[in-house]
């Protein structure tokens, strides 16, 4: 039953996820070939990562919150396995297409692994963060989403529900946010980005959102930019957040409220 389910998801969005999955691999080999691409690649990469976030939102908010998917409904299995599917779907479907970007990152002499980490410290470990800490990211996405849905279900107002659903993923964003603050302490003048194309230090993650949090302070070792603890928290994220959402999913209130 639960592999049919899975099937079924990957059925249905295989075809968004694929057309952007091949529009970054021609980007990423164009770049590898030739990195005066890079800007172009950057700015369709940015689309992307806004578009995507948003379809998966709409999708989970059509399912779990106003109940749209009759499909599944018919499904006999607990509400929270039909969310813990859909969010393995679309953490899959996120790690294939950002591992496009690693075509050049990892091989292009202009790449993140060229041009910082083979000369790091530590380029063995500097490659599995980079790698690791982004697909740890996409598996907390969704459960943060999943989180903001579930605690919205838990009252009848729609405009106190919209509020939970903005506040949920608002202060779960900036509590990682500032745990990767927290390694800069005692640092002056620390700033944030989103998206940007830097390579002075590794990206850190707030689940699907990446962010590169620096200080002016002139760090030579990208290796020296390798904070575990943001993963940590990403994954103490998923952990504790599919645990809520299965306790409000599979409750009683959920399934007159949410049904």
Excluded at 97 to 109: A, D, G, H
Excluded at 230 to 241: C, D, H, K, S, T
Aim: proline letters at 2%; charged letters at 15%; glycine letters at 6%.
């Amino acid at each position: 039953m639960i592999l049919n389910l899975f099937k079924f998801e990957i059925k249905k969005h295989f075809v968004i996820f694929g057309i952007f999955t091949l529009i970054q691999m021609i980007l990423s080999t164009a770049v590898l070939v030739n990195y005066d691409y890079m800007s172009i690649c950057f700015m369709i990469s940015s689309i992307t990562w806004i578009v995507i976030p948003i379809y998966i939102f709409i999708d989970l908010y059509n399912e779990f919150y106003k109940g749209k998917e009759v499909i599944t409904h018919m499904i006999p299995i607990k509400t929270s396995t039909k969310f813990l599917v859909k969010s393995v779907t679309f953490s899959l479907g996120l790690m294939i297409i950002w591992s496009t970007c690693l075509i050049y990152e990892l091989f292009s002499l202009n790449g993140i692994y060229y041009s910082k980490i083979i000369d790091s410290s530590n380029p063995k470990v500097g490659v599995i963060y980079f790698i690791l800490a982004r697909f740890i990211g996409f598996i907390s996405g969704p459960i943060i989403i999943g989180i903001a849905l579930a605690l919205s279900k838990l009252v009848k107002s729609k405009i106190l529900s919209t509020a939970i659903i903005v506040i949920t993923i608002t202060v779960t964003t900036v509590g990682l946010y500032l745990v990767m603050k927290s390694n800069l302490a005692g640092q002056e003048n620390i700033g944030w980005a989103i998206g940007t194309t830097s390579q002075q230090a590794f990206k850190q993650y707030a689940g699907m959102v990446s962010m590169l949090v620096t200080s002016d302070k002139d760090i030579t070792d990208i290796a020296q930019t390798i904070y575990w603890n943001n993963v940590i928290f990403n994954i103490l994220v998923a952990v504790l957040g599919y645990r809520i959402v299965s306790l409000i999913f599979n409750s009683r209130k959920y399934e007159v409220l949410g049904k």
